[in-house]
């Protein structure tokens, strides 16, 4: 059984920062492929970060510049830093990663931009 347990959002200012982080627990490899998603209220959820077990990561074009994932495989920790928020970049983020033929998904930590 594998555990995803995000954190860090909050509420901030347009051109503000937050850092989310998701630590995963239970058998999954500090090395996984981790993936971060966000879901805009009454929006479907998109992609928005992925991070590859020797640390590279890929992002939708959008979040490109302001977003950095990274990742501390001893710790099983996946992390988020945004900056540069914007309203658009509002929603609820959640973690994910895939082990064999099951996807996992965290619990998901509200992020709101607002003035």
């Known amino acids: 059984q594998v555990q995803l347990v995000e954190s860090g959002g909050g509420v901030v200012q347009p051109g503000g920062s937050l850092r989310l982080s998701c630590v995963a627990s239970?058998?999954?490899?500090?090395?996984?492929?981790m993936y971060w998603y966000r879901q805009p209220a009454g929006k479907e959820r998109e992609w928005i970060a992925a991070i590859s077990g020797g640390g590279i990561g890929t992002y939708r074009e959008s979040v490109k510049g302001r977003f950095t994932i990274s990742r501390d495989n001893a710790k099983k920790t996946t992390y988020l830093q945004m900056v540069s928020l914007q309203p658009e970049d509002s929603g609820v983020y959640s973690c994910?990663?895939?082990?064999?033929?099951?996807?996992?998904w965290g619990q998901g930590t509200q992020v709101t931009v607002s003035s």
């Open positions: 994910n990663t895939i082990l064999g033929a099951h996807n996992y």
């Open positions: 239970g058998s999954i490899p500090g090395d996984n492929a």
